[in-house]
């Protein structure tokens, strides 16, 4: 850190801070984002910040913001970026609707950017206003690519799982939860994104979260009488609920109402072997080095399995009166599933879930945030198969999802009330979604 002089803060989370710093050698002016090593290993967020790094390095685009260095000390790590002054597109959003020709400008921008984000297998997921900067020229530039996903995240079948990204922007089958396409995931918030541009408001709203998911499902909206009719017609096929016959962006790129005035940007090629193995490096070094000591003396164990991470879509879920499964779900008794939720550590529950399992002679495995017990008997209708999902809200708060995957139902229920009920009742908070066991 040298080589470089920090200046103002420019934003702040609960990890990271962003200051303004200047290159002493250059005199440039670069963004440095400062993350707190230990609260991000203590939280298990290493896996997720490493991603962000190799999105960051994959995508080198004009209208992307640029990774250039990630360094390390002790107790810190920090990622010199590109610095963008001109702030937030919210910003000027949030004085009222743009100019057509001005609001065109930045969707083509937007889509041009997106378009090679996609082509690089990178799903950003977390598209709106506030993460998009304007720079000094007034360019956009896409920023926040920590919820972003990289093809290879896709499960078997070729979709991508993780329910995250912000309400009103957030397209219908990632509220689902049955898995999506990034790329058109993408596109319904960039579609989003460019209705707010133009009207200065939000196509879908209303301060009941479950209305609002409502009304984003069956995708009706009503463009503003100032709206040009081909920008209406744009709209209506990007807006489009049914992401298969949603318009993809080499569809957009097409469009005669996008292409007006349209410069196609040449991108640089993408850093390639050493300057990209050489930035992956760092970031592994950053984490690994001093840091792997730290963790072991100064955090707490932790379980072998990681929990799931809860985001704010599953704790809005979980709230009474807020269940959205009957907007997809057309048989309402075909999932057997309960939650409890518990502040006692990971590793304690899965001791107790392995503890049951040994006392019913059940098999017990454990993958990624997921424990899987099974009997050993046939029933009615084959083995009792249950899973429990660990789902950490915070590092001392868990919800546990217990869902039966296979077996009768009487029977299920009968080993709820009678064993795995009583027998997790000394770390069990309160329990959800089903009957209490019989006294």
Not at 254 to 265: A, L, V
Not at 408 to 419: Q, V
């Amino acid at each position: 850190m040298n080589r470089y002089e920090l200046g103002r803060l420019l934003g702040q989370g609960t990890f990271a801070k962003v200051y303004h710093a200047r290159n002493l050698q250059s005199g440039q002016s670069v963004a440095i984002k400062i993350i707190d090593k230990e609260k991000v290993l203590r939280t298990g967020l290493m896996n997720q910040i490493k991603r962000e790094i190799s999105v960051m390095s994959l995508v080198r685009h004009p209208n992307i913001v640029q990774l250039d260095e990630v360094m390390a000390s002790r107790t810190r790590i920090y990622f010199v970026m590109e610095f963008v002054k001109g702030g937030e597109l919210f910003s000027l959003v949030a004085r009222g609707k743009l100019k057509e020709e001005v609001a065109r400008k930045y969707f083509q921008q937007l889509i041009g950017a997106i378009d090679f984000c996609h082509s690089r297998g990178v799903y950003h997921r977390d598209l709106k206003p506030e993460n998009l900067l304007l720079d000094e020229n007034g360019d956009l530039k896409i920023t926040d690519f920590g919820l972003s996903a990289l093809s290879e995240s896709r499960r078997q079948d070729g979709l991508l799982h993780t329910t995250c990204g912000t309400p009103a922007y957030v397209a219908p089958e990632v509220i689902n939860k049955k898995g999506y396409d990034g790329s058109k995931a993408d596109i319904w918030s960039c579609g989003i994104i460019l209705f707010v541009l133009l009207a200065g408001f939000l196509p879908f709203h209303d301060r009941n979260i479950m209305e609002l998911y409502r009304k984003i499902t069956e995708g009706r909206f009503r463009c503003p009488k100032w709206f040009h009719p081909e920008a209406r017609k744009l709209l209506s096929r990007i807006l489009d609920p049914h992401p298969g016959s949603r318009m993809s962006t080499e569809k957009i790129m097409k469009n005669c109402w996008f292409r007006k005035g349209y410069e196609q940007i040449e991108t640089p090629p993408s850093p390639q072997g050493q300057a990209r193995s050489s930035l992956i490096r760092d970031v592994q070094a950053a984490f690994d080095n001093e840091s792997n000591s730290k963790e072991n003396s100064m955090v707490a164990p932790r379980s072998p399995l990681r929990p799931t991470r809860y985001n704010a879509f599953d704790i809005i879920s979980l709230s009474e009166g807020f269940d959205l499964s009957g907007l997809f779900e057309k048989d309402k008794n075909r999932r057997h599933e309960a939650r409890f939720t518990t502040t006692k550590p990971a590793s304690m529950i899965v001791s107790k879930f392995e503890q049951i399992a040994m006392a019913e002679s059940f098999s017990f495995k454990k993958k990624d945030g997921t424990l899987m017990l099974e009997g050993n008997r046939e029933g009615r209708k084959g083995l009792l198969a249950i899973d429990a999902e660990i789902c950490e809200v915070t590092p001392s708060f868990y919800v546990v999802e217990v869902t039966k995957k296979s077996g009768d139902s009487f029977e299920y229920k009968e080993f709820c009330d009678h064993e795995l009920k009583p027998s997790l009742e000394d770390i069990v908070w309160a329990w959800q979604g089903c009957e209490q066991p019989e006294v």
